[in-house]
């Protein structure tokens, strides 16, 4: 067999391999994309809930809250920055990446110091290779968040909001995530959690023709909103980290369906190279055959006369 | 037909229980409070324990609340909480052994949980 012949084969043999783990990944994805959905489906009614009545108290109560009022001269801004573990899903990590820096730019450009805090080893990579500075980062669970791990992460962001801006605090809580749009759209995103913007809520509830009614509060509206507003951005953290990991699962199927037709593409191409490699070693054979068998023939010609 | 309200019962990574009830006693932090068809809209925090739901065809449902909220307007009875259980789901003999654990482990949430479930377990 020709050198050449044989190289093609390995080539095609190694693509083809390759092919099967991308197809197989391909549908790992896929199955886990439904999951991650129906989890992000689970935790809605909570959310929603929730929502209703940080707005409710917000809006129907004259209460003062740190987390609910704007500084006057916001120094400082805490960004959140969700990413995932694990790579081979395209331009999901840098996309969100991306977001990130313009809305830290942007916040800079205001005026503001951002302080970053990090989920997922791919945002936490980009911004050591950088040296840049994380104040904490969370790795291990962006495949499938619990409810626990979203507290985790919140429980420093509370912490740092309350804290006065002299201490190290920050006025602003924002968050950057990758939206799960649907299964061919991913857009990345970015929403500041606190201070609540009440206008928004309260428009988005007037648009629904919801009109909220006058709360007693039990035990009183300032230990209420104490006591919701933490559980709030837990539970908005915890909807960015579902849909952050569908979108990611959405991503990898994405990446490496694109992988497997590409695989396939260049199978094509190789064998027709191989083929055509084939076609040629043979032609040359028969060529070499029929030159011997003339040559011989014009030999034995030459002495018989 | 007696007056009734619906009441959801959501924990934050699933809906537990919902249905209509007549009475549903649950613990806020400024004591026990029982909330009838009716009553004036109202924005509570509850303490770890059990809420109990009188439903509509006579039955009781308990269960296991580890903080949260509860919310009413307009006849509609929400109760959010970071984890709900319903006493049918509960596993004494698992709460127990965590409550033994706890109290050896020194750990206080824990022993507060596992103590939550024996309780609700115990108005079942």
Redesign the interface.
């Given at each position: 067999m020709g050198a050449q012949l044989r190289v093609y084969k390995r080539r095609i043999r190694s693509v083809t391999a390759t092919k099967k783990i991308t197809k197989a990944m391909e549908m790992i994805a896929a199955s886990r994309i439904v999951k991650a959905q129906r989890q992000v489906a689970a935790s809605t009614p909570y959310a929603t809930e929730l929502t209703r009545a940080v707005t409710a108290v917000a809006t129907g109560s004259a209460t003062k809250h740190p987390l609910t009022t704007e500084a006057e001269t916001p120094v400082r801004a805490a960004v959140l920055l969700v990413t995932s573990d694990r790579g081979l899903a395209g331009g999901y990590s840098s996309n969100a990446i991306k977001a990130a820096d313009q809305l830290t730019e942007r916040l800079r450009g205001e005026g503001k110091e951002v302080d970053s805090y990090i989920v997922g080893r791919k945002g936490v990579s980009y911004y050591g290779f950088r040296e840049r500075r994380i104040v904490e980062s969370w790795t291990g669970f962006t495949d499938s968040p619990t409810y626990a791990d979203a507290k985790k992460v919140a429980a420093p962001l509370i912490a740092a909001v309350q804290q006065d801006t002299a201490e190290g605090g920050v006025d602003e809580l924002h968050i950057v995530f990758t939206e799960f749009v649907s299964m061919l759209t991913q857009t990345p995103v970015q929403h500041r959690l606190l201070p609540l913007s009440l206008g928004e809520a309260a428009e988005e509830s007037a648009a629904k023709g919801e009109i909220l009614p006058l709360f007693d509060f039990e035990p009183s509206a300032e230990d209420v909103l104490d006591a919701l507003l933490p559980r709030y951005v837990e539970s908005r953290i915890y909807n960015a980290l579902l849909q952050a990991a569908a979108s990611k699962h959405a991503a990898t199927r994405r990446a490496m369906k694109s992988a497997t037709d590409n695989a396939g593409d260049l199978i094509k191409s190789l064998s027709r190279l191989a083929n055509a490699a084939r076609q040629a070693e043979i032609t040359q054979e028969i060529s070499e055959i029929v030159g011997g068998a003339s040559a011989l023939a014009d030999a034995t010609a030459g002495s018989d006369r | 037909m007696a007056a009734e309200l619906h009441v959801?019962l959501?924990?934050?990574?699933?809906?537990v229980w919902s249905g209509e009830a007549t009475l549903v006693v649950a613990r806020?932090?400024?004591g026990d409070?029982g909330v009838m068809p009716g009553h004036?809209?109202?924005?509570?925090?509850l303490e770890s324990g059990p809420v109990t739901i009188r439903t509509t065809d006579g039955g009781t449902v308990v269960a296991a609340v580890h903080g949260?909220?509860l919310?009413f307007?307009?006849n509609k009875l929400?109760l959010?909480a970071?984890?709900a259980e319903l006493a049918d789901e509960i596993d004494t003999q698992r709460a127990e052994l965590a409550l033994e654990r706890a109290k050896s482990d020194d750990d206080a949430a824990a022993e507060r949980r596992a103590d939550v479930r024996l309780r609700a377990v115990a108005v079942r």
């Open positions: - | 959801e959501v924990a934050a990574d699933r809906s806020t932090t400024s409070i004036q809209p109202l924005l509570g925090v949260g909220f919310s307007a307009d929400s959010l970071e984890i």
